[in-house]
């Protein structure tokens, strides 16, 4: 501002003299500053609002930067396009002050930027939610806090195969066509399109940011539609899929990975929160194993549940290290295992005893199912295990629960006598029955 103020004065003290430049001067390449720039937040979230430069060349887009950018995808910089107006973070961390800058793009140049800041407090952090698919195929939201008595829940959408939600409780349906996103809003109302032209298939997944991603049904790319309304962008592939043994998953964070194996052979694709896209492949010996689920912690550490072939019906966990390439059995043991993970830890709930499917069925051997240990594994690598009490496996099978960020695992067994919804607390302990009725595709948000 005051170098404009400059170049005005010194233009009029030429026309009081009575001397205009030959030539007006080039338009300036340079985007000035975003006006009105504000941010307002609630506990750990926070929302930016700008308007556009008062002058300059045509935007071409804004750039918006958190720091620190801790917990944050893209490394906390998200670039939108020349409509957008607003950006919302989420996983803001209590107590910290934020420094939001946004910038206006031009075709060659990036202008000034323009900060506001905002603390996150630490008044009443909104509690996370779980939801889950019901038998009907409606998706149902429950409290995350210890339960006394069983509950159905409240329901949210119906038709809701392939759902995901956000931070804000906002709940995403692909289409019965697969070519649209809806969202039901966490308040309740009308359903409204979010986006169309779409190639689905029926698994949305989002990170905290609110961003969704789904594995495009034409191209097989995994596919982001990012919150700030810009165009879907492909942000991992899974190179050449053979036997249709592949997985994906989404971190918190946003750390995209797909994983495809084929016999003795594994390659990961793998998207950081900044955005750089590493591939890693490796191949193991033995049993050729399938995939039964896939979950990524915000450091990347990935958590497998393997199917592998053979009468003994073993679903173990595994693991691979961030930048490794290898996969580790998590125990030495077998046991039916009922795997979570959050931004932080992947928390194992194991059973007491164990024995093969052949000799279950010839009844030589009497299984003790009930689940009575929780193996905790920090995304450091470190370990801890937990008594548990109060709850019994049900079928063999990969096993795929969901922790929130305070350690409580939610899971659903699929038998009596424990045949229903679950929590184990984080430290441990006698689990809580949340409702007897059966559920898929549990999340926790």
Not at 253 to 267: C, H, K, L, M
Not at 276 to 294: D, E, I, M
Not at 400 to 426: I, K
Request: aromatic fraction near 8%; hydrophobic fraction near 40%; include cysteine.
């Amino acid at each position: 501002m005051f170098k404009s103020m400059l170049t005005i004065a010194a233009a009029a003290a030429l026309v009081v003299g009575g001397a205009l430049p030959a030539h007006a001067a080039p338009a300036s390449s340079t985007p000035s500053a975003p006006t009105s720039v504000r941010v307002t937040g609630s506990e750990g979230d926070a929302d930016v609002t700008w308007g556009a430069p008062s002058s300059g060349p045509r935007i071409t887009g804004y750039t918006v930067t958190v720091t620190p950018a801790e917990s944050q995808p893209n490394g906390g910089v998200d670039r939108l396009p020349a409509t957008a107006r607003w950006d919302h973070f989420g996983a803001l961390r209590t107590g910290t002050t934020y420094t939001f800058a946004v910038r206006a793009v031009a075709a060659k140049q990036t202008g000034p930027a323009v900060s506001v800041k905002y603390t996150a407090t630490s008044a009443a952090p909104t509690p996370q939610a779980l939801f889950a698919l019901d038998a009907q195929g409606s998706v149902v939201r429950f409290g995350t806090g210890s339960t006394g008595s069983t509950t159905t829940g409240t329901t949210v959408a119906t038709n809701g195969t392939g759902y995901t939600a956000d931070d804000r409780g906002d709940v995403f349906v692909p289409s019965a066509d697969l070519t649209s996103i809806l969202m039901y809003p966490a308040g309740g109302g009308a359903a409204r399109t979010v986006a169309t032209g779409l190639h689905l298939t029926a698994d949305l997944r989002s990170d905290v940011a609110g961003n969704l991603y789904w594995a495009d049904s034409v191209s097989g790319s995994v596919t982001m539609l990012p919150i700030d309304g810009s165009a879907p962008r492909v942000v991992a592939d899974f190179g050449t899929v053979q036997y249709g043994k592949h997985a994906w998953v989404v971190s918190r964070n946003g750390i995209v990975t797909a994983y495809n194996n084929s016999p003795f052979e594994a390659r990961i694709a793998q998207r950081s929160a900044a955005g750089v896209v590493t591939v890693r492949a490796f191949s193991y010996s033995g049993v050729y194993p399938v995939v039964g689920g896939l979950q990524s912690d915000d450091a990347g550490n990935l958590y497998l549940t393997l199917t592998q072939d053979g009468r003994d019906g073993q679903y173990p966990w595994v693991e691979v290290r961030a930048g490794e390439s290898a996969l580790t059995r998590l125990t030495t043991s077998d046991a039916f295992e009922y795997g979570a993970t959050n931004s932080t830890t992947f928390r194992l709930v194991r059973s007491a005893g164990w024995c093969t499917q052949a000799a279950e069925l010839s009844g030589t051997c009497d299984i003790d199912r009930s689940l009575a240990t929780e193996l905790v594994v920090g995304r450091d690598g470190t370990q801890q295990t937990l008594a548990v009490s109060g709850i019994t496996a049900g079928s063999r099978g990969s096993h795929v629960g969901v922790a929130t960020e305070a350690g409580d695992v939610f899971l659903d067994v699929d038998r009596a006598p424990s045949a229903g919804l679950w929590r184990v607390p984080a430290a441990g302990g006698a689990a809580q029955q949340v409702s007897t009725a059966q559920f898929t595709r549990l999340l926790v948000i």
